[in-house]
C-alpha cells in the first residue's frame, strides 16, 4: 500500500540550530510532493511543493526541501530555526495518476526553545 | 471567499445520530477534498470530488459516509449512525484543478466531531 513514513514524532531544538526533517514514501511512479505547516491554533498551509525540475525546491520562512528519487526521500531542512518554527510538519505524497488525492505522514511537531 | 471555510467548527453529537459537515471552497476552485486527522495521527484522505463528481470515494471507511457537491461550490460531508470511533477533526480543502500543477490545496479550519 502507498504510505508517507516521517521518521520523527517530536523534535526538540533551541533557537538557530539547524532542522532536517525526514520524509520517505512507497510509490514507484511520478509523484508531487508537499510539505504541509500547521502553526498553534491555525490550519494548514503549504510551506513547499516539488512537481518537476530542480530536486532543491525553496518554501516560505528560509525552508527548503530536496527531493532524491533513488531514495524516495522528500527531507525538509532550515539552516537555522526560530521560536516561530514551533508548529507540526506534514509530508505529503500525490502520485501523479490518481488525480488530487494527498497521502499524508503521520506529522513530525517540532518545538522550538528560546 | 477568501479562503476554505468550514461549519460548524465543533460538533458533539451522540452515537448512533446523524451529522452534517459543509465545507465552502475557495471561488473558482473546481477540485475540493475531504480528510480526516484522529488524535496523534496524520491526515486520511476520504474523498476528493473534480466539479461534481467524484472520481475517488476509497478513502470512505464505511457505508456510512457519504459526500456531495453542488456543481462547484458547496460540499456536504454526511455520517449516518455516527460511532465513537468517528471523533476526528474533518478537514476540507480545495484547489484549482484536481491534478498536474494546480493541484496546490488550500486547508479549512476543520470541523471538530466528538462522538459521545
Known amino acids: 500500500a502507498q504510505s508517507v513514513s516521517q521518521h520523527n514524532h517530536h523534535v526538540i531544538l533551541s533557537e538557530a540550530a539547524s532542522l532536517e526533517l525526514g520524509c520517505n514514501y512507497s510509490?514507484?511512479?511520478?509523484?508531487?510532493l508537499f510539505w504541509y505547516v500547521q502553526y498553534p491554533g491555525q490550519h494548514l498551509q503549504l510551506l513547499l511543493k516539488y512537481f518537476s525540475g530542480d530536486p532543491l525546491v525553496k518554501g516560505i520562512k528560509g525552508f527548503e526541501a530536496e527531493f532524491i528519487k533513488s531514495k524516495f526521500s522528500f527531507n525538509l531542512r532550515k539552516p537555522s530555526v526560530q521560536w516561530s518554527d514551533t508548529a507540526e510538519y506534514f509530508c505529503?505524497?500525490?502520485?501523479?495518476?490518481?488525480?488530487?488525492?494527498?497521502?499524508f505522514g503521520q506529522g513530525t511537531e517540532l518545538s522550538v526553545k528560546p | 471567499g477568501a479562503g476554505v471555510s468550514q461549519s460548524p467548527s465543533n460538533k458533539v453529537t451522540e452515537k448512533g445520530k446523524d451529522v452534517e459537515l459543509r465545507c465552502d471552497p475557495i471561488s473558482g476552485h473546481t477540485a475540493l477534498y475531504w480528510y480526516r486527522q484522529r488524535l496523534g495521527q496524520g491526515l486520511e484522505f476520504l474523498i476528493y470530488f473534480q466539479g461534481n463528481s467524484a472520481p475517488d470515494k476509497s478513502g470512505l471507511p464505511s457505508d456510512r459516509f457519504s459526500a456531495e457537491r453542488t456543481g462547484e461550490s458547496v460540499s456536504t460531508l454526511t455520517i449516518q449512525r455516527t460511532q465513537q470511533e468517528d471523533s476526528a477533526v474533518y478537514l476540507c480543502?480545495?484547489?484549482?484543478?484536481?491534478?498536474?500543477?494546480?493541484?496546490?490545496?488550500?486547508f479549512g479550519p476543520g470541523t471538530r466531531l466528538t462522538v459521545l
Open positions: 480543502a480545495s484547489s484549482l484543478r484536481a491534478s498536474g500543477l494546480y493541484n496546490e490545496q488550500f
Open positions: 510509490y514507484g511512479g511520478t509523484v508531487n
Open positions: 505529503a505524497v500525490n502520485p501523479y495518476n490518481q488525480g488530487g488525492k494527498l497521502i
